[in-house]
């Protein structure tokens, strides 16, 4: 099996409703994203996945959320915009621009160097 993994991040505000302390208030992160893909065989140029295309498709889903108040953006309008929320709504995103011989196998989301989350479906 080979893993492919991608980095990118966005910039962006959010709040979470209910938390009943200062992550309540507005406040902001560099969001880290790292992203990772497994196939189980290469193609006719030896590449189980171009890194230059799972940048590009993790590119356009993170665009979305880029300098803006994620509380104010779809999903995160109804729902908290947690580092979990976040993780599974870009897994969401890009699970939808794959190509069949290409399994998304976790999305990791960072809000500091300390602090991250990993969704992985399984």
Known sequence: MYRI???????AAHYLRDYGG?????????FKVVVTVEAKNLNSIGLAYDFTEL???LKE????????CLNEVEPFDRINPSSENIAITIFDG???CLPGQVKLASVEVWESPQ?????SPE
Do not use: I
């Open 5 to 11: 993994s991608v980095e990118d991040h966005f910039d």
């Open 94 to 96: 890009l699970k939808a």
């Open 61 to 68: 889903v993170l665009s979305q959320f880029d300098h803006v």
């Open 115 to 119: 602090s991250w989350v990993v969704y």
């Open 22 to 30: 200062r992550c309540e208030n507005l406040h902001g992160h560099r």
């Open 55 to 57: 940048k590009k498709h």
